[in-house]
């Protein structure tokens, strides 16, 4: 038996998303049909032992070219997976389980930890998290309106 469609969405090629589970109200992230797994930018990214079960300490900064509001997380590591840039460069990155809040509907995703200053998104959705109901209308842009301007402007590189 197969599983009841999603609800149909239509995204821009860019959006703001939330990742409550992580403390992370506002983020810029690019939708991107072609990259199979979602990344997020974390640093430092530090792996430990919590009763047990392995898990990760890492700082989400949600601003391009600034530290202003890094958040630090901890959370349990889901798995580990070696992923390949556009590029060709292959990594083996650590992934982690969290909510993201697109266009006010709330999906769990698979999220590879990564530096991702040399790109232009802090956080990238790719295909797998995409397929639980959201199209991408690469003509457009934040049709879920964007990040409110006092924290746009509150948290710009000086």
């Known amino acids: 038996m197969s599983e009841p469609p999603h609800p149909t969405t239509i995204a821009g090629w860019r959006e703001w998303v939330a990742l409550p589970g992580l403390g992370v109200p506002w983020l810029k992230a690019k939708l991107d049909t072609g990259a199979r797994s979602s990344s997020l930018h974390a640093s430092p990214i530090e792996e430990f032992d919590h009763a047990g079960e392995r898990w990760v300490r890492f700082g989400v900064q949600p601003w391009q070219g600034s530290d202003a509001d890094t958040v630090l997380v901890e959370c349990p590591v889901h798995d580990r997976r070696s992923v390949r840039s556009s590029s060709g460069h292959a990594e083996e990155r650590i992934v982690v389980l969290t909510d993201v809040v697109l266009l006010g509907r709330t999906i769990t995703v698979e999220v590879t930890l990564t530096n991702r200053d040399e790109m232009g998104f802090r ?29 746009r402007l509150r948290n710009r590189a000086p």
């Open 123 to 151: 956080m990238l959705i790719g295909r797998e998290a995409l397929r639980q109901g959201f199209v991408v209308d690469s003509r457009r842009s934040y049709l879920g309106g964007r990040a409110p301007r006092t924290a």
